[in-house]
């Protein structure tokens, strides 16, 4: 378990898999820009257990501190088994707290320690050219445009190096 100012990032569990997190499915914002979807609670469970079962995945739920709310997720999947290289993505599932710089606090410190605990030295993510906020986030810390995504051209691939 990790913390920021205002939220709790922990491994998610298959008690995590409910009704309320399977919902942020259906939001409209949500379908425009993750690509995998599901539709039940035996495949939301399935994707947790994939992840949990994946020594090269780290899959965390953003969680308030107050509250406990579970608001969203962040994945972290090693491109090499060195761990040198992780493809990030990053989901606000709750709406309302979309645009509260929840991508900004997570991001900086998740980096910070799976920087630390797997000595990775370049996070790497894809993002949907229209999603301007989010791109605006990952220039603010630091991440770089280095291509258009080979199997998507209306999605960019982004880096930031790390120093160690």
Known sequence: MWETKRFILKKLTFQDANDGYLDWFHDEEIKKFIATKPKTLAELNGFINHCNNNKFIVLLGIFTKNEKKHIGNIKYEFLKKTYNEASMGIMIGIEQWRNKGVG?????????????????????????????????????????????????????????????
């Open 104 to 164: 900004t606090e997570v991001i900086n410190q998740s980096i910070k320690v799976i920087s630390n605990l797997y000595n990775t030295e370049i996070i790497e993510l894809g993002v949907t050219r229209d999603n301007i906020a989010a791109i605006q986030v990952y220039k603010k810390l630091g991440f770089k445009v280095i291509r258009v995504h080979q199997d998507d051209p209306n999605s960019i691939i982004m880096i930031l190096a790390l120093k160690h």
